[in-house]
């Protein structure tokens, strides 16, 4: 077995680097900040980015990664869209990419992980989010930080596209019919039916679903994750099985994303999707069901 193993690492030297933490640290970013497969992807606003951030890094327009159609649904954009993006930050198949965002609120670590699955279902791994973002990494006053503006060469990222991680309208419905577990990340006002989404969308949820609100998964609604033990607990309080297949969702797929980044990556449901389309594109189409715990007149 030992023979074996050496070969191994013989025939492929990168056996051992190539698989990275979905979540990491602020000292372990500082430690191997200057290993030169690494891209510090910044998610602030730009603005922002320039009056601080963590030395090295580059920043990217979050809206880039989300692209309305028609002024309607925010979706992942088409696939050779996000290579020439990609490729045009300066990553290539082999970077390991490590996204920061703000970290402010839940919301931030929703906006990373959103991210984070995009270049998942693109077919790429080497990926890692940064837990509790940019005000994680400075609240000890002890990593530095920077300002200005960098930039990487372009490259070119070749993407491959993992239909099953991106779920269509109909394949949800199909797995709802299955007996799929489907896992509401929205707002209780949201789950409930008091909140609607406007125009032409429903009120209320997805039939079945089981609510767990996205800032849960966070400390006090911080961009940092609870422990492992304690997101157990979470999902265990709100009924939420991890050995089953799960589809999360919330309103436009970024919430929900979070939902999706605890479950299959931190808690190991490997079985868990994330719907893309979520209630902007489910409860605007009439010939799929809703239910509605309260309803509402106006």
């Known amino acids: 077995m030992q023979r074996f193993f050496i070969l191994l690492l013989l025939l492929f030297p990168g056996i051992l680097t190539a698989a990275v933490a979905p979540l990491i640290g602020p000292s372990w970013l500082h430690d191997n900040r200057d290993n030169p497969d690494l891209v510090l992807l910044d998610l602030q606003d730009n603005q922002n980015y320039l009056r601080f951030h963590i030395p090295g890094s580059i920043n990217t327009n979050y809206a880039q990664w989300r692209v309305e159609k028609k002024g309607e649904l925010k979706n992942m954009p088409p696939v050779p869209v996000l290579e020439k993006l990609i490729g045009s930050l300066g990553i290539d198949n082999n970077s390991h990419v490590v996204l920061i965002s703000l970290g402010a609120s839940a919301g931030d670590m929703a ?162 999707r994330l719907y893309d389309g979520s209630t902007q594109e489910w409860a605007a189409d009439q010939s799929l069901p809703m239910e509605q715990q309260v309803k509402l007149s106006y």
């Open 111 to 272: 906006t990373a992980a959103r991210v984070y699955w995009t270049f998942k279902v693109l077919g790429h791994d080497r990926v890692s989010i940064l837990d509790g973002g940019l005000v994680g990494y400075a609240e000890k006053r002890i990593y530095p930080l920077e300002k200005g503006n960098n930039q990487r060469r372009p490259t070119k990222f070749t993407a491959k596209y993992r239909k099953q991680m991106n779920p269509t309208a109909k394949e949800v419905e199909l797995a709802l019919n299955n007996g799929s577990q489907i896992v509401d990340n929205r707002t209780r006002a949201e789950y409930l039916g008091i909140y609607g989404g406007g125009g032409k969308e429903r009120a209320g949820r997805l039939p079945q679903a089981l609510h767990l609100n996205y800032d849960w998964l966070t400390v006090n609604g911080s961009g940092r994750l609870h422990t492992a033990d304690n997101l157990q607990r979470i999902y265990a309080s709100s009924q939420v099985a991890l050995n089953r297949d799960q589809i999360n969702y919330c309103h436009t797929g970024n919430r929900a994303a979070l939902g999706w980044f605890v479950s299959h990556e931190i808690l190991g449901n490997r079985q868990a």
